[in-house]
């Protein structure tokens, strides 16, 4: 699976961003699939998943820092997932990169993914 991150920018703290990744190649309902990001200087971290349970019905997971603030949602008859950020802060500074995974059993680790974009900056200014 071949994916696509588009929608990052230049905000000012307190704005609204929606990262898109479209995905192109074997079945999207099969995967599961996370946002990571990267800052400067620091290592890759989890940002959300959204993970399908096998009955049905797809789990959502986050990272601490952004809970309440971001939304992870999948489109699968477009074969994309979208991060809504909300009330953005200069510490969410970072490439954003999205990745496919065929069962993510540890949805935070980035290893369990083996397919990943190419990464899109967002910047939050204060």
């Known amino acids: 699976v071949q994916l696509q991150a588009s929608g990052g920018g230049l905000v000012q703290a307190g704005d609204s961003l929606r990262l898109s990744c479209a995905a192109s190649?074997?079945?999207?309902?099969?995967?599961?699939m996370g946002w990571f990001r990267q800052a400067p200087g620091k290592e890759r971290e989890f940002v959300a998943a959204?993970?399908?349970?096998?009955?049905?019905?797809?789990?959502?997971h986050y990272a601490g820092s952004v809970k309440g603030r971001f939304t992870i949602s999948r489109d699968n008859p477009k074969s994309t997932v979208y991060l809504r950020m909300n009330s953005l802060k200069p510490e969410d500074t970072a490439v954003y990169y999205c990745?496919?995974?065929?069962?993510?059993?540890?949805?935070?680790?980035?290893?369990?993914?083996?397919?990943w974009g190419q990464g899109t900056q967002v910047t939050v200014s204060s």
């Open positions: 959204v993970t399908w349970s096998g009955v049905g019905i797809y789990y959502t």
């Open positions: 990745a496919a995974a065929l069962k993510a059993t540890i949805p935070a680790e980035p290893h369990e993914y083996a397919y």
């Open positions: 190649g074997r079945s999207f309902n099969d995967y599961d």
